[in-house]
Structure formats: C-alpha cells, structure tokens
C-alpha cells in the first residue's frame, strides 16, 4: 500500500469519526432535524411556491403519505413502525385495502399470523380478484407453517395471472421432480 493510500483511508476514517461524533449527541440531533427523511419527505411534497404550514399538515393527515411511510418502513424491515404507519393510513381511508394487506404482511414478518391472516382476509374481501393478496396470504400460511391453506391460495393467485404465485408454483413443481 502507497502512502499515498494510507493518508487518504486515515483522511475518510478520521471523517467519519467526526461526522459521527458531532451527528450522535442531543443538540446537533435538534439542529440536523431539517435533515430528516420526515423533514425531506414533507418539503418535496409541499407547495413549491413556499406553502404554508397548512400544506404540510394535510400532507401528514393524507392517507397517501402514512401509507407510503409504513412501505418505506416494510421495506427496510421495520415491521413494527410500518404497522403504525398502515393504522393511520387505515383510520384515515378505512376502505384502502392495500394498508391492510401490507399491515397484515407485517404482522406475519414479526410471526403474529393470526393478526396477519386476519388482515390479508379483509383486503382479500375488498378485492377478491387481487392475486397478490392472495400470495401474500399463502406467504403468511408458510410462515405460519401451513403448507396446504398456502399452496390453496399459490394456486388460487396463479389462476388470477399474479406472477408470483405461478413462479413459486413453477419451483416448487420443478423441486418435486428432480426428486
């Protein structure tokens, strides 16, 4: 390694340990809140002419934005906050049943499964034709361990084109005969 490479890597380190000492305590947390994936969120959201704070308070009571926050929350595997997120979306359109079936997905990523099939079945009720909730129910029954109600509804999702299903039907047929 040159000395060249070794002053640029103690350079980054050295950085680092700065950014992170100065961003970890109380008072640089309070003044770096504009930096905020809330605080980001909410200023593309509002009225690029400088709106009012109202703006912002209907975009933190839109169903929309709770719904968007609890599946930015799913997918990085903070079920627990994604639940809440789902709630407010769901108090607020209670007849959105896309925030019952990500709900219910979470609640079977953190193993409560009857929660979980509770909600995929009232989003499945919503909207009977919709292959992906009934995927997402058949993921929930696997992890539940329930293989048959899982490969009930695979082949139910499958008939409704959700691609998915017809995927995971596809390997699994292949598995069972290369055996």
């Known amino acids: 390694m040159t000395l060249k490479s070794v002053l640029a890597t103690i350079s980054i380190s050295l950085l680092a340990l ?19 994936w809330e605080a980001m969120f909410a200023k593309k959201t509002a009225d690029p002419q400088g709106a009012s704070d109202k703006s912002d308070e209907k975009t933190a009571k839109d169903a929309d934005y709770w719904f968007d926050k ?36 979470s609640n079977g990523q953190l193993g409560d499964f009857d929660k979980a099939i509770t909600l995929v079945n009232e989003a499945i009720a919503m ?7 009934l995927y997402g129910r058949g993921r929930v029954y696997l992890l539940a361990g329930k293989q048959d ?3 009930e509804d695979f082949k139910k999702a499958a008939e409704l084109d959700d691609e998915d299903a017809q995927t995971y039907l596809k390997h699994v047929a292949q598995f069972w005969n290369d055996e």
């Open 127 to 133: 909207e009977p034709q919709n292959g992906l909730y």
């Open 149 to 151: 109600q899982a490969m």
């Open 18 to 36: 700065v950014l992170v000492i100065a961003f970890a305590s109380p008072a640089a947390a309070q003044k770096t809140d504009k930096y905020t």
């Open 70 to 105: 609890g599946a930015l929350c799913a997918t990085y595997g903070n079920d627990r906050a994604a639940i809440n997120y789902f709630q407010k979306a769901i108090s607020l359109d209670p007849n959105r049943s896309g925030a019952y079936f990500e709900q219910g997905i």
